[in-house]
């Protein structure tokens, strides 16, 4: 420790942990040899030295805390001294002693030398010492402010250097992100254009399942964000809803027209064809989606809440969730019946054939749908005037002869008839109820 008074004559009895050196300058071997008693008995190294030259060399080689100088010397004068001792060593607290202390000579001192103290010849032992102990304090100060602005700047240069590394890490997570959020939608994309595809083949197979596809789809969309299914539960009813028919895609044409017109003529081995249906919609789906969930919902969605549903009996709460809700939209769709009478029909059921949460749930959901037009097959000569054509008519080379959502007209059904004589028309034909 070293004394905090700057103002006190007499110095604290306290010395520095190590001995601050010091650099006396005089060309009077008394003053000098006194000057250095002094100083040496309050505890501090002290360099003596009778030359200016030669004190500037010592500087060059070694650094002081203090450095004390005559004003008076016959190889140059301490002012001057001190000037050039400033450039040599800049921390050091610079003392000039003189016998008269003129303005110019203050004003120099300050301007060019910067000098700490001035002290007078002759000077007071208690004064000289506390000076001195004033001039370590400064200089130990300035050193140790030297010393906290290089570690400051260290830290400054790291924590830029810091800062840059962690832009450029935040830069490289940003990309990261996007990367993988266009990946992600890349998937979302793929994933959507699979369903799709699926959902076509169903219509290519046979228009009737891809038209009822894109109902239970739009159902599906308005029961899922009730706050009943978790997010694993969302996803396997929207995507069975997309691809639980896909197993009647072994099932023949004609049995399916049969269950439709003719459900009490079907023999068991038709039944039970039509039975199996979900079991390999599963194993089909889980080629387009490999989550578990959603193959489950897909074997599930014929079973019935009383258990005499198929392909494995399951009853009640054993259903999962999301094949119950996925149940009753289909029952609806299959039906074949107008809004009313189809609602009715599953109020019927409620209970025995479904869940009636599930029935709640997606009565609540069939108001949010817009229902599309009924679809049924017909014969060719079936055909009348004002029936809606629900699919396009082609020749057997491809070119169109009649669209999609045209009405028929005498002239219109009189030409189809006459093109089937020449070409048959081999495709199934579809209207509007």
Request: proline content about 5%; overall charge negative.
């Amino acid at each position: 420790m070293i004394p905090t008074d700057l103002t006190s004559s007499a110095p604290l009895a306290v010395a520095p942990a190590a001995p601050a050196t010091i650099l006396i300058v005089d060309d009077e071997p008394v003053v000098l040899t006194a000057l250095k008693s002094t100083l040496e008995r309050e505890g501090f190294h002290v360099v003596a030295c009778n030359s200016p030259l030669k004190a500037l060399t010592i500087l060059a080689e070694r650094d002081f805390a203090v450095i004390i100088s005559d004003q008076r010397m016959p190889e140059m004068l301490g002012l001057d001294f001190l000037i050039e001792s400033r450039r040599l060593r800049p921390q050091s607290s610079r003392i000039l002693i003189t016998a008269v202390l003129t303005l110019p000579t203050i004003v120099d001192a300050i301007n060019k030398g910067e000098i700490f103290r001035f002290v007078a010849k002759p000077w007071l032992r208690e004064e000289l010492v506390a000076t001195v102990w004033n001039a370590v304090q400064r200089h130990e100060l300035v050193t140790h402010n030297q010393v906290l602005q290089a570690e400051t700047q260290t830290l400054n240069t790291r924590l830029h250097e810091a800062n840059l590394a962690l832009e450029a890490k935040v830069l490289d997570l940003e990309q990261q992100r996007k990367s993988l959020d266009a990946a992600n939608r890349s998937l979302a994309e793929s994933y959507e254009n699979s369903l799709e595809l699926c959902r076509r083949i169903l219509t290519t197979y046979d228009p009737i399942l891809g038209g009822q596809a894109k109902v239970l789809v739009e159902f599906a969309n308005q029961m899922a964000p009730s706050d009943t299914f978790t997010e694993v539960e969302r996803h396997a009813l929207r995507s069975a809803a997309w691809l639980c028919d896909l197993g009647l895609i072994g099932v023949p044409r004609e049995i399916l027209r049969a269950f439709r017109s003719k459900t009490e003529q079907l023999t068991e081995q038709e039944r039970s064809m039509l039975h199996s249906h979900p079991g390999y919609g599963q194993t089909l789906a889980a080629l387009v989606d490999h989550r578990s969930d959603v193959g489950e919902v897909i074997r599930a969605h014929h079973e019935r809440f009383d258990g005499l549903g198929f392909p494995d009996g399951l009853a009640g709460y054993a259903i999962p969730w999301p094949a119950r809700c996925l149940a009753v939209a289909v029952g609806f769709v299959e039906s074949g019946l107008g809004k009313t009478a189809a609602i009715d029909a599953i109020l019927a059921k409620s209970g025995s054939a479904y869940d009636p949460e599930a029935v709640r749930l997606f009565l609540k959901a069939s108001n949010l749908v817009q229902l599309p037009k009924q679809v049924r097959e017909i014969m060719l000569h079936e055909l009348e005037p004002g029936m809606v054509l629900a699919n396009g008519i082609y020749s057997p080379h491809g070119m169109l002869l009649i669209g999609e959502g045209q009405a028929l007209s005498l002239n219109t059904i009189s030409k189809i008839r006459s093109h089937n004589q020449v070409t048959p028309i081999s495709q199934r034909l579809l209207v509007y109820s």
